[in-house]
């Protein structure tokens, strides 16, 4: 097990703790770091979905830095696990948690969202796969940051309805925020 630190907001430099598993890959410090930059640190009012959540550490951002709501969605056990062990030490009564695949919930959501975090296993293809249906959950005007190894072969957003407006590498990670037309 290992522990990482929330960046900003009220639980700045707070620790989550983070089981080890084979593909868990928390967003690093200053990936993050840029990343709530680019958004900016206030995020009050702002529904949010985190679809492969993993660690957390990006939802918990979200929260920390006032999100009225935040969903964070997995389908591993041991990872909503301890999702729920870090949610009961920091008190976040704004995130919802589910354990469902990603396509599951997107098929069956009835939410939208202002933000949503899109950082699937870099050796899986879901990255395409979700990029191509998760539209109708976003708001107009909303953002979508996606995450994924620079050797993957990912396709843009369909830019008749999405303007990507950051993007950045990070030694073997590609970053990047879109916005919903």
């Not at 200053?30 to 702002?46: A, V, Y």
Request: charge should be neutral.
């Amino acid at each position: 097990m290992g522990q990482i630190r929330i960046t900003g907001g009220i639980h700045r430099s707070r620790k989550i703790t983070v089981e080890d598993q084979p593909g868990l890959r928390p967003t690093p410090d200053r990936i993050r770091e840029t990343l709530f930059n680019w958004l900016g640190q206030n995020l009050s009012g702002l529904q949010v979905l985190d679809l492969y959540a993993g660690s957390g550490i990006l939802a918990f951002e979200a929260a920390s830095r006032g999100a009225e709501k935040v969903v964070c969605v997995d389908n591993n056990l041991q990872t909503i696990k301890q999702l729920h062990a870090n949610l009961n030490q920091l008190k976040l009564e704004q995130i919802i948690i589910k354990q469902q695949n990603a396509a599951q919930f997107i098929a069956h959501c009835d939410q939208t969202f202002d933000l949503v975090f899109l950082d699937p296993p870099f050796d899986s293809n879901e990255m395409n796969t979700i990029s191509g249906i998760i539209s109708p959950l976003v708001r107009t005007a909303g953002k979508i940051y996606r995450e994924y190894g620079i050797t993957q072969d990912i396709a843009p957003m369909d830019e008749q309805f999405w303007n990507i407006i950051q993007q950045k590498k990070a030694g073997q990670v590609q970053f990047e925020i879109w916005q919903k037309l």
